[in-house]
C-alpha cells in the first residue's frame, strides 16, 4: 500500500511539473515581456529601431530599453500601453507570435503577408468594383498615412484607427479580398501610388462629413476623390 502511495505521489508531482512547463511555454508562446529572451524579441527589436522607438542593441532580451519602445509604440498606435507584446500587440507589428516572425515569407518589398492581407481587405471593402488603378490608390492612402507623422505608423495601426474606414466599420473589411485585391496591395507596396502622397479620399456622391470637403482635391479615380 506505501508503495502504491508513493507511486501515486510521484505521477502526480511529475504531472504538476509537466504542466507547470506546458504554462509556461504557452505564455512565452503568446506574449513577450520583461525578462523574455530569444529570436521573437530580436525580431520586435529589429521593428521598433526601424521605426525609431527603439535605440538599443538588438540582442534577444527584453529589458528597459525595449519595455520603454514597445510602451512608446502602444501609445502611438492606440494599444493598451502595458509594455507587452501580446496578440493585439504583435498583429499591429505585424509579426506572429509562437514562432513564425512575419519576415520568412516577404510578399512585397519587405511587408508580412499579415500586413499584405489586412491591405488586400481594405481594398476589397472600399474599393471593390473600382477601377484597378482606383484600388492601387486605396492601398497607397493607407501607405501614404502609414509614412505621415499625423497617423499611426503600421498598416495595423491606419487601418484599426477608430472611424478611419467604413469597410471596417460596416464589416465589409472581413471579406475575402479577390485576386485584384491582393495583387493591387502588392503594387502599392512596391511603390506605385497613383495618388502622389494623399492621406484621405472620399466619394463625393456619399460622403456626409463636412469636414472632408475641406480637403484639397489633388485627382478622381473612379468613385473616389484622392485629397491631402
Not at 535605440?55 to 502602444?74: L, P
Not at 499584405?116 to 492612402?141: F, N, Q
Not at 473589411?173 to 484621405?200: E, H, I, K, Q
Amino acid at each position: 500500500m506505501l508503495k502504491y502511495r508513493g507511486k501515486l505521489v510521484k505521477v502526480f508531482i511529475l504531472t504538476l511539473v509537466i504542466l507547470f512547463i506546458a504554462a509556461t511555454w504557452v505564455q512565452a508562446a503568446t506574449a513577450l515581456y520583461w525578462g523574455s529572451k530569444g529570436d521573437m524579441v530580436s525580431t520586435v527589436q529589429r521593428k521598433l529601431k526601424q521605426w525609431g522607438y527603439y535605440n538599443g542593441a538588438v540582442d534577444g532580451v527584453f529589458g528597459q530599453g525595449t519595455y520603454n519602445a514597445v510602451v512608446a509604440f502602444q501609445r502611438k498606435n492606440g494599444l493598451k500601453a502595458d509594455g507587452v507584446v501580446g496578440t493585439s500587440t504583435a498583429n499591429a507589428m505585424g509579426i506572429t507570435l509562437g514562432g513564425t516572425t512575419g519576415t520568412s515569407s516577404v510578399p512585397a518589398s519587405g511587408y508580412s503577408n499579415s500586413e499584405t492581407e489586412l491591405l488586400a481587405r481594405v481594398i476589397h471593402g472600399e474599393a471593390r468594383g473600382e477601377p484597378y488603378v482606383g484600388k492601387v490608390a486605396v492601398a497607397a492612402v493607407v501607405l501614404n498615412r502609414v509614412r505621415s507623422a499625423s497617423f499611426p505608423n503600421t498598416i495595423a495601426g491606419v487601418v484599426y484607427q477608430s472611424g478611419a474606414f467604413d469597410a471596417v466599420n460596416d464589416g465589409q473589411f472581413w471579406l475575402n479580398p479577390d485576386p485584384d485585391s491582393w495583387r493591387a496591395a502588392r503594387d502599392a507596396m512596391n511603390g506605385w501610388d497613383p495618388t502622389y502622397g494623399c492621406v484621405y479620399y472620399y466619394n463625393p456622391s456619399t460622403a456626409t462629413n463636412p469636414w472632408i470637403w475641406s480637403r484639397q482635391v489633388r485627382l478622381t479615380i473612379g468613385k473616389h476623390a484622392f485629397c491631402i
